[in-house]
């Protein structure tokens, strides 16, 4: 003999059954690393940019000693800020901590300052180039100052290639489209007078 129901099992399986169909989980809010922002190959080329710009670093801190050190000094600049940025902009976009601070749109962020740090490391790299020593060391961070920009290059290609203008306005004119006249002249319509019957 099957047991009869209560109205309170009823009712609890009534709201699983209205949940289970509205409630649908936040894709890769629980992971702790995704790529949501970007496809797997601009995933590969930064982590290109992380190693370049870290190699030539690394190398230009070798070299010991220089006549025309402003040139050094400038690569060594582009060089150890491109590297430390490109991994914190890196791990930002590939872990949760881009939910947390989803106040800054991060593809704007990732856009201007990959088209930034290209062009500083294509400067630093071509001065380094015209005043070093002409040491073996010079010249293996100057090329790999080159591959760091051609890599930067490469990224930007592939974010116009895989999104639109991440600068451009169209959100924002959407916004600002101006409502219907009729719908704003039925709204500021006055009342009826008081006294006065209804059309």
């Given at each position: 003999?099957?047991?009869?129901e209560?109205?309170?099992?009823?009712?609890?399986?009534e709201?699983?059954?209205v949940?289970?169909?509205?409630?649908?989980?936040?894709q890769?809010?629980?992971?702790?690393?995704?790529?949501?922002c970007?496809?797997?190959?601009?995933?590969?080329?930064?982590?290109f940019?992380v190693?370049?710009?870290?190699?030539?670093?690394?190398?230009?801190?070798?070299?010991?000693?220089?006549?025309n050190?402003?040139?050094?000094?400038?690569?060594e600049?582009?060089?150890?800020?491109?590297?430390f940025?490109?991994?914190?902009?890196?791990?930002?976009?590939?872990t949760?901590?881009?939910?947390?601070v989803?106040?800054?749109?991060?593809?704007?962020?990732?856009f201007?300052?990959?088209?930034?740090?290209?062009s500083?490391?294509?400067?630093a790299?071509?001065?380094?180039?015209?005043?070093?020593?002409?040491?073996h060391?010079?010249?293996?961070?100057?090329a790999?100052?080159?591959?760091?920009?051609?890599?930067?290059?490469?990224?930007?290609?592939?974010?116009?290639?895989?999104?639109e203008?991440?600068?451009?306005?169209n959100?924002?004119?959407?916004?600002?489209?101006?409502?219907?006249?009729?719908?704003?002249?039925?709204?500021?319509?006055?009342?009826?007078?008081?006294?006065?019957?209804?059309?």
């Amino acid at each position: 003999m099957s047991q009869r129901e209560t109205p309170a099992e009823n009712g609890a399986m009534e709201g699983e059954q209205v949940y289970g169909r509205t409630t649908v989980p936040i894709q890769g809010a629980g992971s702790f690393c995704s790529c949501p922002c970007f496809k797997k190959s601009r995933y590969i080329v930064k982590l290109f940019e992380v190693v370049f710009s870290f190699l030539a670093f690394v190398l230009e801190e070798v070299v010991a000693s220089c006549e025309n050190c402003h040139a050094l000094y400038f690569f060594e600049f582009v060089s150890c800020s491109a590297f430390f940025l490109t991994l914190l902009l890196l791990i930002i976009l590939t872990t949760s901590l881009r939910v947390k601070v989803n106040r800054v749109n991060w593809e704007k962020v990732d856009f201007c300052y990959t088209a930034v740090i290209a062009s500083f490391f294509l400067i630093a790299s071509i001065v380094f180039a015209a005043k070093n020593e002409g040491s073996h060391v010079e010249k293996a961070a100057v090329a790999f100052g080159f591959l760091a920009t051609f890599a930067f290059t490469v990224d930007i290609l592939l974010c116009l290639k895989e999104k639109e203008w991440p600068l451009s306005k169209n959100e924002m004119v959407q916004a600002e489209t101006p409502r219907d006249p009729k719908a704003v002249k039925g709204e500021t319509e006055p009342l009826n007078e008081p006294g006065a019957l209804p059309v």
